[in-house]
């Protein structure tokens, strides 16, 4: 199984920091998953391959967005405190 998410933002910096902020979770993966993230511009690309379960192959989508949200929300929280 093969899914691209492409998340797009209004900036460039931003992205960068989704992009960092999600990346370190693609270090360690289970056998048979790979995920790569990239920052491309305003776009945050990120591919993931999986060789298994279908319900494993969701729950690491679900782990990534719920990662971005909480990325997203900390970012919109530092931006308003200034």
């Known amino acids: 199984m093969q ?3 492409v998340l797009k933002y209004s900036d460039a910096k931003t992205a ?3 992009a960092k902020a999600v990346s370190p979770d693609n ?3 289970p ?3 790979s995920i790569t993230t990239i920052n491309n511009d ?3 690309v990120t591919d993931i391959i999986y060789e298994g379960k279908i319900a494993t192959f ?3 989508i679900d782990d990534l967005l719920f990662s971005v ?3 997203e929300k ?3 929280t530092i931006q308003q405190s200034k």
Do not use: F, K, P, Y
């Open 3 to 5: 899914a691209t998410i």
């Open 16 to 18: 960068e920091t989704i």
């Open 27 to 29: 270090v360690q993966t």
């Open 31 to 33: 056998s048979g998953l």
């Open 42 to 44: 305003c776009r945050v």
């Open 58 to 60: 969701i729950a690491t």
């Open 69 to 71: 949200s909480t990325a």
């Open 74 to 76: 900390t970012l919109q």
